[in-house]
């Protein structure tokens, strides 16, 4: 139970120092950003179906072995296989987001990563959330609140 916590807890820590990966236009609403991606990802997934594809690695033979003790006494260890794994994969998932951001790029949004803040900024900015997309530059970063919102702040 303690191990599950501490894990969970870890992923939650790396998360807060992950960069923002987003869609970006300066000046839309975060609002309006949520609901074209929305968008966006119910017309690629209507255009590129989710098509999943079981398929299996194949088996392995695992050959004979002779074994011997200390005392010259031999055995052979019969061979065997082991069956191949199953996994499953979706061939249009990489058509999907790409048809997902041909849809965004053609709103007029881009793909952006913004970093995370160092912790003296993220200190000293007055708490708050974004609500409309600013214009970036090279001093933006970005500070998330608990509640899942962000905040972009530029430096100097």
């Known amino acids: 139970m303690r191990t599950a916590a501490v894990i969970i ?5 790396l998360a807060a120092c992950a960069p923002l990966n987003t869609y970006y236009k300066p000046g839309a609403s975060v609002a309006m950003v949520e609901r074209q991606t929305t968008q966006c990802q119910v017309d690629a997934l209507a255009k590129v179906p989710v098509a999943l ?13 002779q074994i011997c003790r200390s005392d010259g006494r031999c055995y052979t260890r019969a061979g ?15 058509l999907r987001k790409r048809v997902e951001t041909q849809c965004l790029a053609d709103a007029g949004f881009a ?3 913004i970093p995370q803040c ?5 200190k000293t900015a007055p708490v708050g959330r974004t ?22 702040v530029t430096q100097g």
């Open 53 to 65: 594809q079981t398929l299996r690695t194949p088996p392995r033979f695992i050959p004979p072995r």
């Open 131 to 152: 609500t409309a997309l600013p214009a970036l530059n090279a001093k933006s970063c970005v500070i998330r609140n608990g509640d899942g919102s962000f905040q972009i």
């Open 9 to 13: 807890w870890g992923g939650v820590a």
């Open 80 to 94: 065997y296989f082991e069956p191949g794994q199953t996994y499953t994969v979706d061939p249009g998932a990489d």
């Open 118 to 122: 160092p912790a003296g900024i993220a």
């Open 111 to 113: 793909p952006v990563s």
